[in-house]
């Protein structure tokens, strides 16, 4: 414990190991929530069953509710019967059989911390998970206990004509004072962290499904009326999601109605409420002129993934909360591999470990770091992290190319129906996966336990005479002694040329279960070159040869597309090096470049191949060897990149006139592919004195998409001089201020100008009308674009970037804990810089010693000052 923040009253810490099974079980739940202007009153009747059939006392979570009144079966609760501190309702001599009722008075007007039941504009909404249910009522708000939910709505019929909850509509009903009522039942047994309930003006977008069994769905999308014109991508992508779950792991969908609810004000991406899944319209809305590629691919990929939460996380759920991969890590994997069938596979894994290897591996390198499955928490907002979601993912991933797709399909059906309707744990699932493949799978469970990324080290050895190739390999896990089961996927390119092995295919795959481990291939006439963790087979650091002529054959022969990405962004770290020491920079890689230049197959996967490692993930090697100077990695960086804009200038520029596209916009494939390598054309002309002013602003002039308007604005703003940037600034704000989600990325686009006067105009920012602290979507694209996106900015040496974030979590620590908590992430790794490392730390000092710290804040900041 951090001696300044040790106070008492200091949040607890809650163990894994101290999980005890619920006593009572709650088998129905009827609720009626009634909304008036200002308050809201909740009447719950629980029907309550003690697992041991004794009388005993009972505790029910329940968060600053204001008590009206209290029953068991009927009769009003004496004071002394119960006891309320505000977070714990205790009730004494409970029978073994009785219904609870009591009703409560709570405020979602006044409710930021956007958890429970919340206003978002006009709009009522909930967000329950992980443990805001309790803001709503009494209960065991914790996810072993599940129930079947009866919830009637009431509300004023004009401010709220549409009334939703879970399942299925039973009825409507006409009141008295221009009141209305619905009554929703949900027939599937549910946690209460899939209560949902939607109350306000809303239009709505209709479609359907028919299931492989042939029973027809109703889909809905609510939104305002003002977007109803953009929920066609979504819906596309509901159906899309809906046939492949079906297709892949035989899963239909269980009820005969979906609802989608697009609200403004929302922590995160979505939630995967029973049948009513809630959503940030940033993540549902979509169309060419607010959404650019990415965007698209985005809202098909949360779609999806919160679509598939509808077995993986609702009909099998999580025992606890250090369970939660479980459910995320699972649901990750398998929306990637929908992703990955809807789109290319190879840019998408491509797109996942870059995102993996800059932000997981720093997470698991920095104070926050934590097993896939935590042992401890004090708040459990803080651990819906990189790790347990991606790295969670890639844990399922190593199984599924250990067990191959087959077993692994097997072992997922296994465990939907061995688990349907429980909630179970991470052995559970992986036991599935043993029981259907008759594989042993003890060690691989490690990966569950031990946090850290590991390393694999790996050495190879050729014997000309017998003809034998020996790779070497040794594995080190941090402060683990017990070494992982590894799958690590291998090729061998013989005179170039992929090796085609006895399996039909040119990857093996080698298990690495000890520490060091020796593989021999045989019949080999010449050395070859290893192409090694194909498809990134394992999330580890890879230490092995990097010769450049190693690197230079992957690069031109190799058929593994994560194998030749990597091999590039080796080369480029190695040439970054080497100018960073003023050292003469390796031909060799030049040629590279040129020849991916001029041979392009498809166009995405060249704008990868040659888009330079980020600043974040070149910060991330360097604070493994030595600590990060930001300023060194952008001078060498940038440099670099001047390097190949004037080497290759001609080739840019035809590129960029070649792959301007003709006819209208569509998120398509060969679209997105060729956007992205035109505006990677752009950005490297960029570079070149004033020489990309004049495409930029052509570009953003005459852009019918946003995917090109901000390629175009970025270039203007980022690498443009002071007029032009205000004015293009100027002119995309006057065009869109309408446009909640296209003014977000206004302000990204602004925090992430890498200049020291980046956090000045950040600052100015946050004055501006267009910003809105209570909107998590804007603090997001101005202070999260600033503060983790924008290296130069936000490390400016005076530390104006760190008291300008600090001074933004004190803000927002009390009335929404988990932004807060979220936003300080960049201060919390002061440690692996070179400079800073003082202010930052006094800065997350100070964010310590605010009176009355909210949990969420307390153990983000406790962690990194007591690491
Ligand atoms: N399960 C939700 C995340 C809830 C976060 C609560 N703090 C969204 C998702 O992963 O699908
Ligand atoms: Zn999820």
């Known amino acids: 414990m951090n001696a300044a923040m040790a106070r008492e009253g200091s949040p607890s810490v809650i163990y894994r190991k101290d999980y005890q099974a619920p006593r009572f079980q709650v088998p129905t739940v009827a609720m009626t929530i009634a909304i008036f202007p200002g308050y809201t009153r909740v009447s719950s009747q629980l029907q309550l069953q003690r697992s041991d059939g004794s009388v005993g006392d009972l505790c029910l979570d329940g968060e600053s509710l204001q008590l009206e009144a209290i029953a068991i079966d009927g009769v009003d609760l004496s004071p002394d019967a119960y006891d309320y501190n505000g977070s714990q309702l205790t009730l004494k001599q409970v029978p073994a059989s009785c219904t609870l009722q009591t009703t409560v008075i709570i405020h979602p007007e006044d409710n930021t911390s956007l958890e429970g039941l919340y206003k978002s504009r006009t709009l009522y909404c909930t967000q329950c998970e992980a443990e805001g249910f309790r803001k709503i009522t009494f209960f065991p708000d914790r996810p072993d206990v599940l129930s079947v939910f009866t919830v009637t709505l009431e509300a004023d019929a004009s401010t709220c004509p549409v009334l939703l909850s879970n399942g299925n509509l039973q009825s409507t009903t006409t009141l008295d004072d221009g009141r209305h009522q619905a009554v929703w039942h949900d027939p599937w047994p549910k946690p209460s962290y899939l209560f949902a309930l939607v109350a306000g003006d809303l239009a709505r977008v209709d479609d359907s499904f028919v299931t492989a069994s042939g029973r027809e769905v109703a889909l809905h999308i609510y939104v305002e009326a003002k977007d109803l014109a953009y929920c066609d991508h979504a819906m596309a992508s509901l159906k899309h999601s809906m046939r492949w779950d079906e297709t892949v792991y035989g899963l239909e969908y269980d009820l005969d109605l979906f609802n989608i609810v697009a609200v403004d004000d929302f922590n995160m991406g979505a939630m995967e409420n029973k049948s009513l899944n809630i959503f940030n319209t940033s993540c549902v809305l979509a169309a060419p002129d607010i959404t650019t590629d990415a965007g698209y691919q985005r809202v098909e990929a949360i779609v999806a993934h919160e679509y598939f939460h509808n077995y993986s996380g609702n009909r099998v759920t999580c025992r606890d909360w250090f369970q939660l991969s479980l459910k995320e890590g699972f649901t990750v994997f398998r929306d990637a591999e929908f992703s990955a069938d809807m789109n290319s596979r190879g840019v998408k894994r491509v797109e996942d470990v870059t995102f993996l290897r800059t932000h997981q591996f720093a997470e698991d390198a920095g104070p926050m770091a934590h097993p896939v499955r935590p042992d401890s928490f004090i708040e459990i907002s803080n651990f819906y992290t990189l790790t347990v979601y991606e790295k969670g993912a890639e844990v399922v991933r190593m199984l599924h190319t250990l067990l191959g797709h087959d077993d692994f399909i097997a072992g997922a059906q296994l465990y939907f129906k061995r688990h349907d309707g429980q909630a179970v744990t991470c052995d559970d699932f992986v036991t599935a996966m043993a029981d259907a493949s008759g594989r042993d799978l003890s060690q ?424």
């Open 444 to 867: 691989f469970r490690r990966w569950y336990a031990q946090s850290g990324t590991p390393e694999l080290t790996i050495e190879e050895a050729y014997d000309a005479a017998q003809g034998r190739y020996t790779l070497t390999v040794r594995q080190r896990n941090g402060d683990y002694s017990e070494p992982l089961h590894i799958p690590l996927a291998v090729g061998l390119l013989e005179n170039g040329q992929p090796k085609v092995f006895d399996n039909g295919s040119s990857t093996v795959l080698l298990e690495v279960t000890e520490a060091q481990q020796q593989f021999d291939f045989d019949n080999l006439s010449s050395r070859p070159v290893p192409s090694l963790l194909r498809g990134f087979s394992a999330p580890v650091r890879l230490k092995a040869e990097e010769s450049s002529s190693h690197l230079q054959a992957l690069i031109a022969g190799d058929d593994d597309d994560f194998v030749r990405w990597d091999a590039f962004q080796r080369y480029a770290t190695q040439v970054l090096g080497q100018v960073a020491a003023g050292d003469t920079l390796d031909e060799g890689f030049f040629s590279a470049f040129g020849s991916a230049l001029t041979a392009i197959k498809d166009p995405a996967v060249t704008a990868q191949l040659l888009a330079l490692p980020s600043e974040e993930y070149l910060a991330d090697l360097a604070a493994a060897s030595g600590g990060v100077d930001v300023f060194a990695i952008r001078n060498a960086r940038e440099q670099l990149k001047l390097a190949i804009a004037q080497r290759f200038e001609d080739r840019w520029r035809a590129l960029f006139a070649d792959l301007a596209i003709t006819g209208p916009y569509e998120p398509s494939g060969p679209q997105i592919g060729a956007r992205s390598l035109r505006h990677l054309a752009l950005d490297y002309l960029a570079h070149l004195p004033d020489a990309a002013v004049a495409d930029a602003t052509a570009l953003f002039a005459s852009a019918d998409n946003l995917t090109d308007r901000l390629a175009g604005l970025r270039t203007l703003v980022h690498y443009g001089h002071r007029e032009a940037r205000e004015s293009a600034l100027t002119q995309f704000f006057n065009d869109w201020h309408n446009e909640a989600l296209v003014v977000n990325q206004w302000l990204s686009v602004q925090a992430g100008r890498p200049a020291a006067a980046a956090c000045d105009e950040v600052a100015a920012l946050m004055d501006h009308p267009s910003f809105d602290w209570r909107n998590p979507n804007k603090v997001r694209a101005l202070l999260g674009a600033f503060s983790a996106g924008n290296p130069t900015g936000f490390h400016r040496t005076d530390g104006a970037g760190y008291r300008l974030l600090a001074d933004a979590v004190i803000r927002l620590q009390a009335s929404n804990p988990q932004i807060a908590a979220r936003l300080c992430s960049p201060l919390t790794r002061y440690r692996r810089y070179q400079h800073g490392v003082e202010l930052m730390r006094s800065e997350l000092e100070r964010i310590g010693n605010v009176e009355g710290l909210s949990r969420d804040v307390y153990e983000v900041v406790d962690r990194s000052l007591s690491q």
